[in-house]
């Protein structure tokens, strides 16, 4: 099983991206797709996931309004579009993947994890 993640890069405030993560070796039926973050110094923290049938999406009070997590279940892709961007989204962003639609801001209880791709956000 892998997740790829990509469409990181360097911005300034204000800007936008958009990220998005593959996954392969398995059928990802009934599994939800989630993001995290982690910064230097900081530990790993959760910013948005999104059930398999895309009708229960959750978000980070820190990036409500601003990015929005969604899934292509036909490519086993799911993105996160990030707008108005801070410095303090400044983080290495990872995908993950879990059974199920619970517990979904909690990173023990996901199985499988992308390599992540680096955020970097300019004043």
């Known amino acids: 099983v892998q997740l790829q993640a990509s469409g990181g890069g360097l911005v300034q405030a204000g800007d936008s991206l958009r990220l998005s993560c593959a996954a392969s070796?398995?059928?990802?039926?009934?599994?939800?797709m989630g993001w995290f973050r982690q910064a230097p110094g900081k530990v790993r923290a959760f910013v948005a996931a999104?059930?398999?049938?895309?009708?229960?999406?959750n978000y980070a009070d820190s990036v409500k309004g601003r990015f929005t997590i969604s899934r292509d279940n036909a490519k086993n892709t799911v993105y996160l579009q990030m707008n108005s961007l801070k410095p303090e989204d400044t983080a290495v962003y990872y995908c993950?993947?879990?059974?199920?639609?619970?517990?979904?801001?909690?990173?023990?209880?996901?199985?499988?994890w992308g390599q992540g791709t680096q955020v970097t956000v300019s004043s």
């Open positions: 993950a993947s879990k059974y199920g639609s619970g517990f979904l801001s909690v990173p023990s209880k996901y199985e499988y």
């Open positions: 070796g398995r059928t990802f039926k009934d599994y939800a």
């Open positions: 999104i059930a398999w049938s895309a009708d229960n999406a």
